[in-house]
Protein backbone atom coordinates (compact mmCIF):
# COMPACT_ATOMS: atom_id res chain seq x y z
CA UNK A 1 0.00 0.00 0.00
CA UNK A 2 1.24 3.16 -1.04
CA UNK A 3 2.43 5.84 1.66
CA UNK A 4 0.75 9.13 1.55
CA UNK A 5 1.75 12.78 3.07
CA UNK A 6 0.91 14.01 6.72
CA UNK A 7 -1.61 16.58 5.33
CA UNK A 8 -3.75 13.94 3.13
CA UNK A 9 -3.38 11.75 6.65
CA UNK A 10 -5.05 14.70 8.58
CA UNK A 11 -7.98 15.21 5.90
CA UNK A 12 -8.45 11.46 6.28
CA UNK A 13 -8.94 12.13 10.18
CA UNK A 14 -11.24 15.10 10.24
CA UNK A 15 -13.12 12.96 7.60
CA UNK A 16 -13.14 9.39 9.52
CA UNK A 17 -14.31 11.89 12.71
CA UNK A 18 -17.05 13.12 10.60
CA UNK A 19 -18.54 10.06 10.73
CA UNK A 20 -18.37 9.34 14.23
CA UNK A 21 -21.89 10.35 16.44
CA UNK A 22 -21.93 13.13 19.35
CA UNK A 23 -21.43 17.06 19.40
CA UNK A 24 -18.34 16.66 20.68
CA UNK A 25 -16.24 15.24 17.80
CA UNK A 26 -17.88 17.45 15.44
CA UNK A 27 -16.27 20.23 16.64
CA UNK A 28 -12.42 19.82 16.09
CA UNK A 29 -9.56 21.83 15.54
CA UNK A 30 -7.33 21.34 12.31
CA UNK A 31 -4.17 21.78 14.41
CA UNK A 32 -4.96 19.81 16.78
CA UNK A 33 -5.69 16.78 14.98
CA UNK A 34 -2.14 17.37 13.23
CA UNK A 35 -1.08 17.12 16.49
CA UNK A 36 -2.34 14.19 16.52
CA UNK A 37 -1.05 12.69 13.77
CA UNK A 38 2.35 13.42 14.62
CA UNK A 39 1.34 12.22 18.13
CA UNK A 40 0.53 8.97 16.36
CA UNK A 41 3.56 8.50 14.61
CA UNK A 42 5.65 9.03 17.54
CA UNK A 43 3.84 6.34 18.67
CA UNK A 44 4.15 3.95 16.09
CA UNK A 45 7.89 4.98 15.69
CA UNK A 46 8.52 4.11 19.17
CA UNK A 47 6.47 0.65 18.92
CA UNK A 48 8.12 -1.05 16.17
CA UNK A 49 11.05 -0.63 14.25
CA UNK A 50 9.94 -0.18 10.59
CA UNK A 51 12.01 -1.29 8.38
CA UNK A 52 11.01 2.40 6.29
CA UNK A 53 13.07 4.30 9.47
CA UNK A 54 15.89 1.77 10.48
CA UNK A 55 19.16 1.75 8.94
CA UNK A 56 22.58 0.06 9.12
CA UNK A 57 25.30 1.64 10.84
CA UNK A 58 29.07 0.14 10.60
CA UNK A 59 31.35 1.75 13.26
CA UNK A 60 35.10 1.44 14.93
CA UNK A 61 35.30 0.98 18.48
CA UNK A 62 37.87 3.28 20.63
CA UNK A 63 37.53 3.05 24.47
CA UNK A 64 34.37 1.08 24.63
CA UNK A 65 32.57 3.58 22.61
CA UNK A 66 31.37 3.36 18.83
CA UNK A 67 33.36 6.50 16.57
CA UNK A 68 30.93 6.96 13.33
CA UNK A 69 29.63 10.38 13.67
CA UNK A 70 26.30 9.19 11.04
CA UNK A 71 25.52 7.05 13.96
CA UNK A 72 26.61 9.23 16.96
CA UNK A 73 24.18 12.09 15.40
CA UNK A 74 21.43 10.17 14.16
CA UNK A 75 20.84 7.82 17.03
CA UNK A 76 20.41 9.63 20.21
CA UNK A 77 18.26 6.75 22.40
CA UNK A 78 18.90 3.60 23.49
CA UNK A 79 15.58 2.63 22.82
CA UNK A 80 16.37 3.02 19.33
CA UNK A 81 18.75 0.54 19.06
CA UNK A 82 17.32 -2.69 17.73
CA UNK A 83 20.64 -4.82 17.52
CA UNK A 84 24.47 -4.72 17.78
CA UNK A 85 26.28 -7.63 16.22
CA UNK A 86 30.37 -7.94 16.11
CA UNK A 87 31.60 -7.15 12.63
CA UNK A 88 31.91 -10.77 11.39
CA UNK A 89 29.29 -12.18 13.62
CA UNK A 90 25.67 -12.71 12.73
CA UNK A 91 25.18 -13.51 16.65
CA UNK A 92 23.88 -10.10 18.30
CA UNK A 93 25.75 -8.97 21.42
CA UNK A 94 23.35 -9.08 24.62
CA UNK A 95 22.79 -5.65 26.42
CA UNK A 96 24.25 -5.45 29.82
CA UNK A 97 22.55 -6.34 32.58
CA UNK A 98 22.81 -3.78 34.89
CA UNK A 99 20.24 -3.81 37.75
CA UNK A 100 22.05 -7.51 39.29
CA UNK A 101 25.59 -6.59 37.97
CA UNK A 102 28.57 -4.88 38.71
CA UNK A 103 29.78 -3.44 35.79
CA UNK A 104 33.18 -2.23 36.82
CA UNK A 105 33.51 -5.44 38.28
CA UNK A 106 33.00 -7.17 34.84
CA UNK A 107 35.47 -5.02 32.89
CA UNK A 108 37.93 -5.50 35.69
CA UNK A 109 37.41 -9.42 35.36
CA UNK A 110 36.52 -9.60 31.51
CA UNK A 111 39.46 -7.37 29.93
CA UNK A 112 39.79 -8.55 26.52
CA UNK A 113 39.61 -7.09 23.01
CA UNK A 114 36.00 -8.95 22.14
CA UNK A 115 32.97 -6.93 22.51
CA UNK A 116 30.14 -9.16 24.36
CA UNK A 117 27.64 -6.56 25.62
CA UNK A 118 26.14 -3.47 25.11
CA UNK A 119 25.17 -0.75 27.36
CA UNK A 120 24.11 2.68 27.72
CA UNK A 121 26.59 5.47 27.55
CA UNK A 122 25.14 8.29 29.93
CA UNK A 123 27.84 10.70 28.93
CA UNK A 124 26.17 10.87 25.19
CA UNK A 125 24.89 13.41 23.99
CA UNK A 126 25.03 16.11 26.39
CA UNK A 127 24.75 20.26 26.45
CA UNK A 128 28.57 20.22 25.65
CA UNK A 129 29.68 17.53 23.48
CA UNK A 130 27.73 14.18 21.65
CA UNK A 131 28.82 10.85 22.00
CA UNK A 132 27.60 7.30 21.22
CA UNK A 133 23.95 6.56 22.89
CA UNK A 134 25.98 3.21 23.31
CA UNK A 135 29.26 1.93 25.35
CA UNK A 136 30.18 -1.35 24.51
CA UNK A 137 31.38 -3.74 26.90
CA UNK A 138 34.01 -4.89 28.06
CA UNK A 139 35.20 -1.51 27.44
CA UNK A 140 38.98 -2.83 26.28
CA UNK A 141 37.16 -4.42 22.92
CA UNK A 142 38.43 -3.48 19.66
CA UNK A 143 35.87 -5.50 17.29
CA UNK A 144 34.37 -2.86 14.87
CA UNK A 145 30.79 -3.54 14.81
CA UNK A 146 27.36 -3.18 12.66
CA UNK A 147 24.11 -1.86 14.50
CA UNK A 148 20.56 -1.87 13.45
CA UNK A 149 18.85 1.50 15.07
CA UNK A 150 15.88 3.41 13.60
CA UNK A 151 16.49 7.04 13.21
CA UNK A 152 13.45 9.74 13.71
CA UNK A 153 12.78 11.74 11.15
CA UNK A 154 11.69 14.86 13.82
CA UNK A 155 8.52 16.66 13.25
CA UNK A 156 6.63 16.08 9.91
CA UNK A 157 5.83 19.21 8.03
CA UNK A 158 2.45 18.61 5.45
CA UNK A 159 4.07 17.44 2.91
CA UNK A 160 6.55 14.64 4.08
CA UNK A 161 5.44 11.03 3.10
CA UNK A 162 4.69 8.90 6.61
CA UNK A 163 6.21 6.05 5.33
CA UNK A 164 4.08 4.10 7.94
CA UNK A 165 0.54 2.27 6.55
CA UNK A 166 -1.47 5.45 5.82
CA UNK A 167 -4.11 3.01 7.72
CA UNK A 168 -2.66 2.71 10.87
CA UNK A 169 -1.96 5.96 11.35
CA UNK A 170 -5.41 7.32 10.68
CA UNK A 171 -6.88 4.58 12.95
CA UNK A 172 -4.33 6.08 15.45
CA UNK A 173 -4.94 9.71 15.17
CA UNK A 174 -8.32 9.10 15.33
CA UNK A 175 -8.45 7.23 18.65
CA UNK A 176 -6.19 9.61 20.28
CA UNK A 177 -8.21 12.62 19.05
CA UNK A 178 -11.31 10.80 20.88
CA UNK A 179 -9.46 9.99 23.86
CA UNK A 180 -8.52 12.89 24.83
CA UNK A 181 -12.02 14.25 23.37
CA UNK A 182 -13.63 11.32 26.03
CA UNK A 183 -17.48 12.03 24.64
CA UNK A 184 -17.73 8.66 22.69
CA UNK A 185 -16.02 5.82 24.24
CA UNK A 186 -17.43 3.48 21.71
CA UNK A 187 -16.17 5.02 18.76
CA UNK A 188 -12.84 5.46 20.95
CA UNK A 189 -12.46 1.35 21.76
CA UNK A 190 -13.84 0.81 18.05
CA UNK A 191 -10.55 2.81 16.38
CA UNK A 192 -8.25 1.05 19.53
CA UNK A 193 -9.46 -2.36 18.29
CA UNK A 194 -8.84 -1.15 14.61
CA UNK A 195 -5.55 0.08 15.19
CA UNK A 196 -4.03 -2.53 16.98
CA UNK A 197 -5.65 -4.77 14.08
CA UNK A 198 -3.97 -3.09 11.32
CA UNK A 199 -0.84 -3.11 13.57
CA UNK A 200 -0.52 -7.10 13.58
CA UNK A 201 -1.36 -6.90 9.90
CA UNK A 202 1.33 -4.77 8.43
CA UNK A 203 3.64 -6.44 11.14
CA UNK A 204 2.75 -9.67 10.35
CA UNK A 205 4.47 -9.43 6.89
CA UNK A 206 8.14 -8.86 8.07
CA UNK A 207 10.49 -11.58 7.25
CA UNK A 208 12.35 -12.62 10.49
CA UNK A 209 13.86 -15.62 8.99
CA UNK A 210 17.25 -16.58 9.53
CA UNK A 211 20.07 -17.04 6.50
CA UNK A 212 23.04 -18.77 6.33
CA UNK A 213 25.58 -16.53 6.77
CA UNK A 214 28.47 -19.09 6.66
CA UNK A 215 30.48 -18.82 3.57
CA UNK A 216 31.84 -22.17 3.53
CA UNK A 217 28.39 -22.96 2.35
CA UNK A 218 28.44 -21.66 -0.80
CA UNK A 219 26.18 -20.99 -3.22
CA UNK A 220 24.67 -22.72 -6.33
CA UNK A 221 26.02 -21.46 -10.05
CA UNK A 222 22.93 -19.80 -11.47
CA UNK A 223 23.86 -21.68 -14.54
CA UNK A 224 24.23 -25.22 -13.13
CA UNK A 225 21.47 -26.59 -15.48
CA UNK A 226 23.72 -25.74 -18.10
CA UNK A 227 26.50 -27.62 -17.46
Known amino acids: MAFKNKATIVQEVILALRQVPGTGVQLYAEDIINQSVQDAFDIAFSKHFFDEYTEWFNSAVVGGLPTDTTFITDVVD ?3 IDKVYRAEDNHPLTKFPTT ?4 NKYNRDRAGTTARHYDSNPNSHTATSSASVIKIQPITAT ?3 DIRARKHPGTIGPEDIIR ?3 LYMRYL ?4 YL ?3 GDNPDAMDKYEILAEDRFNVITSNEDDDVIDMDNRHGTASLEWGHC
Open 164 to 166: IDH
Open 173 to 176: AVWM
Open 78 to 80: IAD
Open 143 to 145: DDI
Open 179 to 181: SDD
Open 100 to 103: NNNR
